[in-house]
Nanobody, 121 residues
Framework: QLQASGGGLVQAGGSLRLSCAASGRPFSSYTMGWFRQAPGKEREFVAGINWGAGTTYYRDSVKGRFTISRDNAKNTVYLQMNSLKSEDTDVYYC????????????????WGQGTLVTVSS
C-alpha cells in the first residue's frame, strides 16, 4: 500500500515536496516512481529511483528542477519539486514496480492515490 501526500497550490517558481510512504520495505530490486496525469491525457513518467542502489532517473522536462530521493528507515520516497512551472500542474501519483529502471506505467504493480499539484502563473 502506498500513501502519497504533499500536493497543493504554489506560485510559478515556487517549490513543493511530495511524499509517498510504503506500508512495507520495498525489495532492493524494486523501483519507486512518480507519475503525473492531466485530465484527458495519458499518465506520464516523471522520476524513478531504484530502491536498493538509489539510482535516479527523470523525464527530460524536469531534470535539474525535480529530485527524487528515498528514506530507507521510513520506507518513503520523496519528490522535491523546485522552479515549478504552470505546465507542472497535474495530479501526481507514486507507484512501485518490481524491477529496476521502469518508465512505463503498465510495468508498475502498485499505485498510491493521486495528490494534486497546482502551479499558478
Amino acid at each position: 500500500q502506498l500513501q502519497a501526500s504533499g500536493g497543493g497550490l504554489v506560485q510559478a517558481g515556487g517549490s513543493l515536496r511530495l511524499s509517498c510512504a510504503a506500508s512495507g520495505r520495498p525489495f532492493s530490486s524494486y523501483t519507486m516512481g512518480w507519475f503525473r496525469q492531466a485530465p484527458g491525457k495519458e499518465r506520464e513518467f516523471v522520476a524513478g529511483i531504484n530502491w536498493g542502489a538509489g539510482t535516479t532517473y527523470y523525464r527530460d522536462s524536469v531534470k535539474g528542477r525535480f529530485t527524487i530521493s528515498r528514506d530507507n528507515a521510513k520506507n518513503t520516497v520523496y519528490l522535491q519539486m523546485n522552479s515549478l512551472k504552470s505546465e507542472d500542474t497535474d495530479v501526481y501519483y507514486c507507484a512501485l514496480g518490481r524491477r529496476a529502471y521502469l518508465r512505463d506505467p503498465e510495468q508498475y504493480a502498485y499505485w498510491g492515490q493521486g495528490t494534486l499539484v497546482t502551479v499558478s502563473s
